[in-house]
């Protein structure tokens, strides 16, 4: 858990996917007002200790970010005072989206067997529709290591911010540069082309 005051009205909290409050689904833990709203009210009351945000007595705005690497980011902003003496937090809806937009994702899985069961899991719990989330999705050995690489990511995806919390068990987030892709395509190996995971999911479980 991170906190950090961005000015006198604007404060950026990050947590892990195990820190999300009662929850490790971001969707169904904003659509849940009531819970985010007591939820944040404590992450506010821990911000006014750490670093200093005061929100007491004013309305709350949250913007809530799912990152690629598995990190959640919620940039609350301080609105009007208010009159009686109490918080409003207003959560938004989930902001689906790495917040450096990037296009691509690079993730690397210790081994195949890894990727597989991240296949598998997503097959699993219904995490499917993928050529929604990317215009294509390969699978590199480079090195020691294997790559699953994501071009042209729609920010707009349903269930990406399931998608990230569920990756990020079974890999790492390696990068978000297209350079990188170039490398493995020239010095790696191709695995599986264009629609890895669904390739796995169709031939190989």
């Not at 937090?89 to 917040?99: A, L, Q, R």
């Not at 069961?117 to 219904?126: A, G, I, R």
């Not at 290591?145 to 990230?164: G, Q, R, T, W």
């Amino acid at each position: 858990m991170r906190f950090e005051k961005i000015s006198e009205n604007k404060l950026k909290i990050v947590l892990s996917n195990d820190e999300l409050p009662n929850s490790n689904n971001l969707d169904n833990f904003m659509k849940n007002s009531e819970e985010a709203k007591n939820s944040f009210i404590r992450l506010l009351d821990e911000a006014k200790i750490a670093v200093g945000f005061n929100a007491d007595d004013y309305k709350i705005k949250v913007d809530a970010k799912a990152m690629m690497n598995g990190d959640y980011v919620f940039i609350v902003t301080r609105l009007i005072r208010l009159k009686h003496g109490h918080r409003v937090v207003t959560p938004k809806p989930v902001v689906k989206e790495d917040i450096n937009n990037s296009k691509t994702a690079i993730y690397r899985f210790e081994k195949f067997d890894d990727f597989c069961n991240f296949c598998e899991y997503l097959k699993l719990n219904k995490i499917n529709y993928i050529n929604n989330l990317c215009v294509s999705n390969s699978l590199y050995k480079y090195g020691d290591f294997y790559y699953l690489c994501f071009n042209s990511i729609n920010p707009n995806y349903k269930k990406i911010a399931m998608f990230y919390t569920s990756i990020t068990e079974f890999s790492n987030f390696f990068s978000s540069k297209d350079m990188f892709v170039a490398t493995m395509e020239e010095h790696g190996k191709v695995i599986l082309e264009s629609n890895a995971i669904k390739m796995c999911q169709t031939y190989l479980l």
